[in-house]
T-cell receptor, first 112, second 113 residues
Framework: EAQVTQNPRYLITVTGKKLTVTCSQN?????MSWYRQDPGLGLRQIYYSMNVEVTDKGDVPEGYKVSRKEKRNFPLILESPSPNQTSLYFC???????????FGQGTRLTVV | DQQVKQNSPSLSVQEGRISILNCDYT??????FLWYKKYPAEGPTFLISISSIKDKNEDGRFTVFLNKSAKHLSLHIVPSQPGDSAVYFC????????????FGQGTTLQVKP
């Protein structure tokens, strides 16, 4: 089954404790990205990657890092999480930047 | 600065009637628009799209209309079904090949049996 898989689905952590949210897709997509969803703001892009070893900032990259060492994986790293990073996070992938995106099921992160 | 706006946070319609969800945008350079549907505890799923060179695209019960002069698009669902109850996001594709989607705030549709 074609899918984008994120882990974990739910995470509660404390301020400053490094964490990684994993994302994997099995559709051989070139393009992957991370979004965060906040009430009243819709989804906003954090980082994107057009191919292996190519990443770039989206609209809200502060406090996040990503890497793209393999085509299928695109982890999101929070080196020192803060409460304002409490949000619902979605990973997405697509064949190119011009085709529709497929989204993972989301990771609800709470930073206390 | 919200470039894509969905001004109605919620909409309630009766089963079998038409649902109309609206979306406005500010950037005339947007060339592609999409609608996504999202159920609770799931990721958004692609529903329908429209290129800026068209003014209408239809897929079964779903039709998207684009009015470029007004910078407005709408999603029509006819007839509405209880299973259509979800949050609907309008999105515009940003310029270049960055693939960035710029989303509206979402509209929660409730279809009552």
């Amino acid at each position: 089954e074609a899918q984008v898989t994120q882990n974990p689905r739910y995470l509660i952590t404390v301020t400053g404790k490094k964490l990684t949210v994993t994302c994997s897709q099995n559709m051989n997509h070139e393009y992957m990205s991370w979004y965060r969803q906040d009430p009243g703001l819709g989804l906003r892009q954090i980082y994107y990657s057009m191919n292996v070893e190519v990443t770039d900032k989206g609209d809200v990259p502060e406090g996040y890092k990503v890497s793209r060492k393999e085509k299928r994986n695109f982890p999101l790293i929070l080196e020192s999480p803060s409460p304002n990073q409490t949000s619902l996070y979605f990973c997405a992938s697509s064949f190119t930047g011009y085709t529709e995106a497929f989204f993972g099921q989301g990771t609800r992160l709470t930073v206390v | 600065d919200q470039q894509v706006k969905q001004n109605s946070p919620s909409l309630s319609v009766q089963e079998g009637r038409i649902s109309i969800l609206n979306c406005d945008y500010t950037n005339s350079m947007f060339d592609y628009f999409l609608w996504y549907k999202k159920y609770p505890a799931e990721g958004p799923t692609f529903l329908i799209s429209i290129s800026s060179i068209k003014d209408k695209n239809e897929d079964g019960r779903f039709t998207v209309f684009l009015n470029k002069s007004a910078k407005h698009l709408s999603l029509h669902i006819v007839p509405s079904q209880p299973g259509d109850s979800a949050v609907y996001f309008c999105a515009a594709r940003g310029s270049g090949n960055t693939g960035k989607l710029i989303f509206g705030q979402g509209t929660t549709l409730q279809v009552k049996p």
